[in-house]
């Protein structure tokens, strides 16, 4: 089995590996490649951390980023991944619950990573693309540039905090608040919305509630954007600090193929609209590529993503039993 990890108490980190490389011909051995490698992963994480992964970065040989360096030329080779540390505690119990079940785990996978992978393409993630996944208590980010993960994060608003709004303002239940975000809310709040007057049950009869609709969609504009604008801050912190010294604008250029919103938040109306005004690039919602209608929704991405994920991981003798598409199927066959 593999554990989808998510939330603040996933962390990540860039590591790098340094090769200094010998003076012979001056060319990138194995040897050097993989002890620049090694040496990025001797280091340890943080006290009462486990690392789960290493996600490979572009290489740089001497200041220019390179896909093999095996085999060119250059005096300084530095690897570096993108490291995934969770608190030891919190690894343990997952992995005891599965054992527990006489599951084995085999591997974690970043659950904003698995959602990117239902979404977007090889294209998108090589020319810079962030998919933001807004699930129920957290959301979490992942930025791919030039194919490789750059960094990632999570923050601890989602949804639920929408409904919470709501519920507070309105002063009605958390499903009734939960009813009324699905179905009038929006990450955008628009003037005439202020002259609508929704019904919760639309019958008008006794016991129905009335509603202004300016009111739901300045509280849940309110919120979504707070969630975006937070996730944006949170990228810019990580990109200083893996760009000391050169500054770096999150803009088109750095992201020509934009922002990607999955999860069931996403959903919300506008809320690719609401991503563009704050971030300042394309975006749109993230819908899996799949053929099953059922299962092509932006709150699905980290489910099949997970599946394309670890079938990507399974060794190929065992992949080519079935072609990637079949196994798919036969998963979902309703």
């Given at each position: ?8 108490s ?106 990117a ?38 923050i ?34 628009r ?50 600090q ?26 919300l ?22 053929d ?43």
């Open positions: 089995v593999y554990i989808s990890i998510a939330g603040p996933v962390e990540g980190e860039r590591v790098k590996g340094i090769c200094i490389v010998p003076a012979h011909d001056g060319r990138i051995t194995k040897l050097d490649y993989q002890q620049a490698i090694d040496s990025a992963k001797r280091l340890e994480p943080p006290a009462g951390r486990i690392t789960l992964l290493h996600m490979r970065q572009p290489s740089i040989l001497d200041n220019k980023p390179v896909g093999n360096p095996v085999g060119q030329q250059g005096r300084r080779l530095e690897v570096s991944f993108w490291r995934i540390t969770m608190e030891e505690g919190n690894v343990r119990f997952r992995v005891s619950m599965a054992n527990g079940m006489s599951i084995t785990v085999r591997d974690f996978i970043l659950a904003s990573h698995a959602a992978c239902a979404v977007t393409t090889d294209s998108e993630k090589q020319g810079g693309v962030c998919v933001i996944d807004i699930g129920a208590g957290t959301t979490d980010w992942v930025l791919y540039f030039k194919g490789h993960i750059l960094c990632s994060g999570s601890a608003v989602g949804g639920e905090h929408i409904t919470n709004d709501l519920s507070i303002a309105l002063r009605i239940s958390r499903e009734t608040a939960e009813d009324l975000k699905h179905r009038f809310a929006s990450a955008m709040h003037d005439q919305d202020v002259n609508q007057t929704i019904w919760k049950d639309g019958d008008k009869s006794v016991g129905d509630q009335q509603f202004n609709r300016g009111t739901i969609t300045q509280v849940s504009s309110l919120r979504y954007q707070e969630i975006l604008s937070f996730v944006r801050k949170d990228i810019i912190v990580q990109l200083e893996i760009f000391s010294g050169h500054e770096v604008k999150l803009d088109q250029n750095f992201l020509p193929s934009g922002v990607i919103l999955t999860g069931g938040s996403a959903n109306a506008d809320a690719a609209e609401a991503a563009q005004n704050i971030f300042g690039v394309t975006a749109r919602v993230g819908i899996p590529k799949f099953n209608s059922s299962l092509q929704k932006s709150e699905y991405a980290g489910v099949v993503g997970m599946m394309i994920a670890a079938l990507e991981d399974t060794p190929p003798v065992v992949r080519r039993q079935k072609g990637f598409m079949d196994i798919l199927r036969d998963l979902f066959r309703f």
